[in-house]
């Protein structure tokens, strides 16, 4: 009866009673809901997880994911333009396929309140909230993975240090330690020169600082669970240095169990951009972000309800795909499995 | 008894905890960049901030700062917040209760709807409504709180007007932390029920897909068939004898949760217009009241980091494995 | 056995939840008051909260004067023609040369706190609001306002005599100043900082308490000095920054009274049947417009410079598209301003001679600053955080762009954005106010926004955003400050309004509709002004409360 409950993180079917009690409060979240699917890797056992073909699910969610690169990309690069997104058109304002003031002409999905076209504004917004999704994502698996694995494969006091700041990192909500990252960052940055960091930047700190406790849990636990296996004991008693035995033994099998969760990890990213965005700590104007987006809109939701309606489309389409694939990705990798 | 031992080590680590944590929130204001005062308090007279100096222990040694900090907070000082001179406690106490009630309705709404949904899905698994309820489950965990809180305002408040977009009534709570507060039940409800839906969506679909997995796991286990041939009801069983196992696993996520919630209340308060915590940290932010905004993050993270505590504690009493596994060592 | 525990442990923990809910939802039955005094209990929506209500260091806006006309009197009031009219004072009498002003007071009238509104408590306001020696709570900006005051003596218990450096015909409107300058009672304006929060007037309505970002209430004071007012019994003031929100919560009954100043909600006011929506008529309307701040510090930036200056400020005047502008933000439903004031305000002039859009003249201009200024010309645009703001600036910035200008964008919340205009952190600065006298009280310069900035003189007036320094507009403000008639001061302000439009050193925008939505069920009564002094108006967004009632 005691296997009934699935086991939370891979080391723990022989794992002492304390890590287990110690799990809660071990993890923190930022507050959007994909970040529980998170949890829900870790916690569910999901046994219909299948090495089958790719569903259909899989495969528009792939799509949508390669659709809405190839968008950003077009977008930045201008190589295709769906015109200026920061072009104002008097007759166009505030309107679209669904506002009060009647549809807009020429515009498919019509203008934002000052005029400016949807579709130039999303594609380009695909690329900042991809941008900054991405790159935060980056600092946190960067930076968050190598603690994790120093953390996990020397022990002792290192891990009892790296654990404890993880776990003062995870004592303070997702949001309101990036709010409160942000704005500090900026209350420096403003302070420090004209030179000052741009808003993309902060943001790609601060959700990825976020990111690292995280990331280092999960990292710590996988590197910890490899650092007990035969043959990096082996390794280790002929004298290899730590420095080789981590990047040859250690990350080569850390890595998949944290790739596996990247592609959740970045629609984590996407919505907290959204979050801060809202929060009126977003991208600067005039850049559009799909976050940006909807909070300058925010305030004509009743009247012209396309703006954020399509914003968010794009944001739950995104999120949703990534989810999917990153279930898809997990049951490839097994990660599970391979650790245990 | 070895129970009080492991919860004394627990208690022990939670101090620790706390302390880095408080010297976390005393950092965020030393270490802004050149003097603090001349950010925090711009317009304020050179007595002001002389004052200001002199409340913060600028000059004096770092650790005797943080002491004073410390000092400070023991006895409920979280500073003043500059723009009008109220001490941030008193603000603590008429926005903290909102979101904690708040909190509690989305939490209670998730379980009363996520129990029996998840369980059915469990129970006819592979069946068309197990289909139905996951996928629902599934694209409920792809929306932002933020765009459920929008969508529902659209259509619930603005197209179909049966509840308000905005607006706040004290409750049960409010009295308690602030006593010149008195209740408006209905009013409250009236006010409350969208944003609580809002937060509770996002969760039902995390519990229910939770639960559903596990019962799944448990329902394929030796002691239900048992219980079948014994000739139990199906009902019985599923309450009796599935759920109990799964209770821990929720119970271990509901705590987990609840950083999720405070990080989604924060969105749909100030969304919904409800003066919450949420609402004051981001007024905090722009007005770059840091000292105010210092004294919320600390009483966030101690919230926090008490409930998970009290999670663990449970969880400590409620695990038989863990018990076992205490008197095996 | 363990089984049996954990369940029972959950039980309690879930039942105790519940048993929290339940048991005190129960106790605490409906607490309305069971009788409403007749004149109701009127919630009004405001577009944002103030923190600080020591009136003589607060920077007020419309929504902070809003809650301060409730609590507080001003000594004048304007009437529907334009005049300061004694109100709280019985008597406001300059003598002959208008450099000593005689204030008399009304018998029997008392603060909330119950002590008397006499000369004394006039004085201690007033030595605050000018910044005497040793004055308690003295302001940094209404002192500047106030700098021709010379002292303020007790002449009677119910006579103050001011006397003034130069003569200000106009000082009767200066008691007023667009309903900032309440009378606190001593008791508050001695608190320290508690006098920000601890509000004691002699107002038609008492503090009855302040919760920051849900409401501030305030009741019915019932010896008020205005016989049979207020109407209402309480006044609920709630902070709702969303426009949107705020409109609906006026549609979804939860608000009975709004105030707002987009367009976007003027027109979906107006398009909701059940509700009313009475806009300030033209007159004495707020104007909206950019600053272009000329320096920071000693240095000069691009708008100030000695050589292409005045260029770079007649570019971004003649690049801007308003009409453009106004259609996208405002529908087309605000009207374009032209000038400092307002119609009624004297002065006034249709086109004071701001140049006209013309993007071809604009690039020229841009390509002969970028020859004077090192092939650059950018421009940074500061903004409050606020979507509406915001957007205004993104609208700027493209037209800037059409012409070759290079802008960036930066937001800051209301408080810093000002200190970056200061600091000349800036470039532009877009903001609104509420000047432009009265028709016979007429300065311009109520707020010093326009007196000059000169630092090396010791006038270095910090709201003067612009960081300008002209002689020329300076001597007709001091002018106009000493003339008699209306008919001189209209003279005068008229030559000032063109002097000003010659610098650039503001861009008008436009008049904002202000606009009150009401429940059908509540009156907006403006009553008649005491001793005969007229109707009241209307003005700046602001509405008097003493004759709101709710059906």
Redesign the interface.
């Known amino acids: 009866?005691?296997d009934?409950?699935?086991d939370?993180i891979p080391e723990s079917s022989g794992s002492?009673?304390?890590q287990?009690?110690?799990?809660?409060?071990e993890?923190?979240?930022?507050?959007?809901?994909?970040?529980?699917?998170l949890?829900?890797v870790e916690?569910?056992?999901?046994?219909e997880a299948s090495r089958k073909k790719l569903s259909i699910g899989a495969w528009l969610a792939i799509g949508w994911m390669g659709f809405i690169i190839l968008i950003a990309v077009l977008a930045k690069t201008g190589i295709f333009t769906w015109g200026d997104p920061?072009?104002?058109f008097?007759s166009c304002?505030?309107r679209g396929p669904f506002s009060q003031e009647g549809t807009a002409a020429n515009f498919i999905l019509g203008c934002d309140?000052?005029?400016r076209d949807m579709l130039a504004r999303l594609a380009l917004g695909t690329w900042t909230s991809l941008y900054v999704a991405v790159g935060a994502i980056l600092v946190g698996f960067s930076i968050g993975g190598l603690l994790g694995i120093i953390s996990g494969y020397f022990g002792g006091k290192t891990d009892t240090f790296l654990t404890?700041l993880f776990?003062?990192l995870?004592?303070?909500?997702?949001?309101?330690l990036a709010?409160?990252l942000?704005?500090?960052l900026q209350?420096?940055a403003e302070?420090?020169s004209k030179s000052s960091i741009s808003p993309e930047v902060i943001l790609i700190i601060a959700i990825g600082i976020v990111g690292i406790p995280l990331v280092g849990r999960i990292a710590r636990a996988s590197a910890l669970s490899w650092t007990q296996r035969e043959f990096v004991l082996a390794a280790r008693s002929q004298g290899a240095k730590h420095r080789r035995v981590i990047i040859k033994e250690i990350l080569p099998n850390v890595l998949p169990a944290i790739l596996s969760i990247s592609l959740l990890g970045i629609?984590i990213a996407i919505?907290a951009e959204?979050?801060l965005a809202?929060?009126?700590?977003g991208v600067?104007?005039?850049t559009p972000s799909w976050g940006n987006i909807?909070?300058?809109?925010?305030?004509?939701?009743?009247?012209s309800?396309h703006i954020?309606?399509e914003a968010?489309l794009m944001?739950?389409?995104t999120?949703?795909s990534l989810?999917?694939l990153g279930d898809v990705v997990r049951a490839r990798f097994d990660v599970r499995e391979g650790l245990l | 008894m070895e129970l009080t031992k492991l919860i004394a080590r627990r208690a022990v680590q939670l101090v620790i905890v706390l302390l880095f944590v408080s010297f976390f929130t005393f950092l965020l204001v030393r270490l802004l960049p050149g003097d603090p005062t001349d950010i925090i308090i711009p317009f304020g007279t050179e007595a002001k901030k002389a004052q200001l100096r002199s409340d913060l222990g600028l000059g004096q040694p770092l650790y005797r700062q943080y002491i004073d900090y410390l000092g400070n907070i023991l006895q409920g000082n979280l500073g003043r917040q500059y723009s009008s001179g109220r001490p941030v406690s008193e603000l603590v106490a008429q926005s903290l209760p909102v979101s904690i009630q708040l909190m509690i309705y989305a939490q209670l709404i998730a379980l009363l709807f996520a129990l029996p949904l998840g369980i059915w899905a469990a129970y006819r698994v592979g069946s068309r409504s197990d289909a139905a309820i996951n996928t629902t489950g599934f694209a409920l965990l792809a929306l932002p709180n933020f765009v459920v809180a929008l969508v529902l305002s659209y259509f619930i408040g603005a197209r179909w007007k049966w509840l308000p977009t905005g607006g706040y009534a004290p409750g049960w709570l409010d009295p308690i932390f602030d006593g010149t507060r008195s209740t408006d039940i209905g009013g409250h409800f009236n006010y409350m029920l969208l944003p609580a839906i809002t937060l509770a969506l996002g969760q039902i679909a995390i519990y229910m897909r939770l639960l559903r997995s596990d019962m799944i796991a448990t329902l394929k286990e030796n002691f239900i068939s048992m219980a079948r041939a014994k000739g139990i009801s199906n009902l019985r069983i599923l309450w009796r004898h599935a759920l109990r196992p799964s209770s821990l696993t929720l119970l271990t996520v509901v705590g987990l949760n609840v950083g999720a919630l405070i990080g989604g209340a924060i969105v749909v308060e100030v969304i919904f217009g409800i003066p919450g915590m949420g609402q004051k940290i981001t007024l905090a932010i722009f007005s770059r009241e840091y000292i105010e905004l210092q004294g919320y993050v600390l009483v966030v993270a101690v919230l926090f980091i008490l409930v998970n505590f009290f999670v663990d504690f449970l969880y400590t009493i409620l695990d038989p494995r863990i018990r076992r596994g205490r008197s095996a060592t | 056995m363990s089984r049996v525990n954990r369940i029972a442990a959950i039980a309690v923990v879930v039942g105790a939840m519940a048993l929290t809910t339940t048991g005190i939802s129960s106790a605490s039955a409906p607490s309305r008051a069971p009788q409403q005094a007749k004149g109701g209990e009127i919630t009004f929506g405001l577009e944002a909260e103030s923190t600080n209500y020591c009136l003589t260091t607060a920077q007020l806006a419309v929504s902070g004067i809003q809650v301060v006309k409730a609590v507080y009197d001003t000594l004048t009031v304007p009437n529907s023609k334009g005049e300061a009219v004694p109100y709280l004072a019985k008597s406001v009498e300059p003598n002959a040369d208008f450099t000593v002003w005689t204030i008399g007071l009304r018998e029997g009238v008392v603060f909330h706190d119950g002590t008397p509104v006499d000369a004394a408590a006039i004085k201690a306001n007033l030595d605050s609001y000018y910044g005497a020696p040793d004055a308690p709570n003295v302001g940094a900006l209404i002192p500047r306002v106030l700098g021709f005051v010379q002292s303020v003596v007790v002449t009677d218990p119910l006579t103050v005599t001011v006397t003034l450096k130069t003569p200000v015909s106009t000082f009767a409107a200066y008691l007023y100043l667009t309903g900032r300058m309440g009378i606190m009672a001593p008791a508050q304006l001695n608190s320290g900082d508690a006098c920000k929060t601890n509000l004691i007037g002699s107002g038609p309505f008492k503090l009855s308490s302040i919760r920051q970002g849900e409401a501030t209430v305030v009741t019915a004071n019932p010896s008020y000095w205005q016989k049979g007012y207020p109407k209402a019994a309480q006044i609920t003031f709630i902070p709702v920054t969303d426009g949107a929100a705020r409109t609906n919560q006026l549609q979804g009954g939860q608000l009975d009274l709004m105030h707002t100043s987009s367009a976007t909600q003027i027109a979906a006011l107006k398009n909701i049947g059940s509700v009313n929506a009475l806009t300030q008529k033209p007159g004495y309307r707020e104007i909206a417009y950019s600053v272009l701040v000329q320096s920071k510090g000693t240095t000069e930036k691009v708008f100030g410079l000695e050589t292409v200056g005045a260029d770079a400020r007649k570019a971004y005047n003649t690049a801007l598209d308003r009409k453009k502008i106004n259609q996208i933000q405002n529908q087309g439903t605000f009207t374009l301003a032209n000038g400092l004031m307002d119609t009624k305000a004297p002065g006034y002039l249709k086109n004071a001679g701001y140049p006209k859009y013309n993007p071809k003249k604009a690039k020229a201009l841009v390509a002969k600053v970028k020859a004077g200024n090192g092939g650059a010309f950018d421009v940074v645009l500061g903004t409050t955080t606020d979507a509406e703001s915001s957007k205004l600036a993104q609208l700027v910035q493209e037209q800037l762009g059409k012409v070759g200008i290079t802008a960036t964008i930066a937001l800051f919340d209301q408080a810093t954005l000002i200190n970056k205009a200061i600091s000349g952190d800036i470039d532009v600065l877009f903001w609104r106010n509420l000047h432009g006298g009265f028709s016979n009280s007429s300065d311009p310069d109520n707020y010093p926004w326009w007196s000059n900035y000169n630092p090396e003189s010791g006038a270095e007036n910090l709201i003067n955003f612009a960081h300008f320094n002209d002689p020329a507009t300076q001597a007709l403000l001091d002018k106009g400050r000493t003339e008699t008639t209306p008919a001189q001061a209209k003279t005068t302000y008229t030559a000032y309004n063109k002097a000003f439009a010659k610098g650039n050193f503001i861009t008008p925008m436009w008049y904002v509709n202000w606009t009150i939505g009401s429940q059908k069920s509540v009156k907006v009564a403006l009553p008649a002004l005491p001793d005969g002094a007229g109707k009241p108006l209307f003005v700046y967004g602001v509405l008097p409360v003493i004759g709101l009632s709710k059906k």
């Not at chain 1, 993890?27 to 699917?37: D, H, K, N, P, V």
């Not at chain 1, 909807?294 to 009247?303: K, P, Q």
Request: aromatic share 6%.
């Open positions: 009866m005691d009934l409950r699935p939370a002492t009673s304390q287990i009690v110690g799990e809660s409060i993890r923190g979240f930022l507050g959007s809901s994909s970040e529980i699917a949890a829900a916690t569910g056992p999901e046994g920061n072009e104002s008097v304002a505030r309140s000052n005029g404890g776990n003062i995870l004592s303070v909500p997702g949001v309101v709010l409160a942000v704005a500090f209350g420096s302070t420090a629609a919505v959204g979050t809202i929060l009126g700590v600067r104007p005039p909807i909070a300058a809109d925010r305030g004509n939701l009743f009247t309800p954020v309606f968010s944001i739950f389409l999120v949703l989810n999917m």
